[in-house]
């Protein structure tokens, strides 16, 4: 015996519930079950997807570190901080607590850092916010060029003045 239904009312559910399914009507089951399908078909094909941009991820941030580090070292070796530090710029910059080198090597770490995440963002095919990080992708050599053209600036001024 069955404490809370006995197994005739149970059978006569079941009967009732196959009776209504037949004459066309959905069960109470059905589109929770049709729901929990879909979800888990919708997850089972973006893991994938996640998985790769996880991986993407993971890679720039250890290639971003061993550039930043590369160009860090080769900053160091070219003493450019010695020059930048006799700059107008270059001594307000050091107040603030940074220094040519290290402008330089998260320049080019973060530099890497944006284009694996445009790469995974890409691989998650969000659209949207893969244009507006391709956008930003395409300032940077702006923002490069500026730090050159004030860094240039600055030695010639001081060499001038």
Same mark, same amino acid.
């Given at each position: ?9 149970? =059978? ?5 519930? /196959? ?5 066309? /009507? ?15 078909? /919708? ?30 070292? =080769? ?17 307000? @910059? ?5 220094? !040519? ?10 530099? @890497? ?10 691989? !998650?095919?969000? /659209? ?7 956008? @930003? ?13 004030? @860094? ?7 060499? =001038?003045?």
């Amino acid at each position: 015996m069955l404490d809370f239904f006995s197994l005739d009312q149970i =059978v006569a559910l079941f009967a009732a519930s /196959t009776m209504l399914q037949q004459a066309g /009507t959905q069960s109470f089951i059905e589109p929770i079950i049709n729901s929990l399908n879909q979800f888990v078909t /919708t997850i089972a094909q973006a893991a994938p997807k996640i998985v790769a941009a996880l991986i993407l991820l993971g890679i720039g941030l250890l290639v971003g570190r061993v550039i930043g580090w590369v160009v860090k070292k =080769v900053a160091q070796k070219m003493n450019l901080d010695r020059y930048w530090s006799r700059t107008g710029i270059g001594e307000s @910059v050091a107040r603030a607590g940074w220094n !040519l080198t290290r402008i330089i090597s998260v320049a080019a770490r973060w530099f @890497v850092y944006l284009f694996f995440i445009s790469a995974a963002v890409n691989v !998650l095919e969000f /659209t949207q916010l893969s244009q507006a990080i391709n956008n @930003v992708w395409l300032w940077i050599p702006n923002v490069i060029a500026f730090i050159i053209i004030l @860094v240039i600036g600055a030695l010639i001024a001081d060499f =001038v003045g």
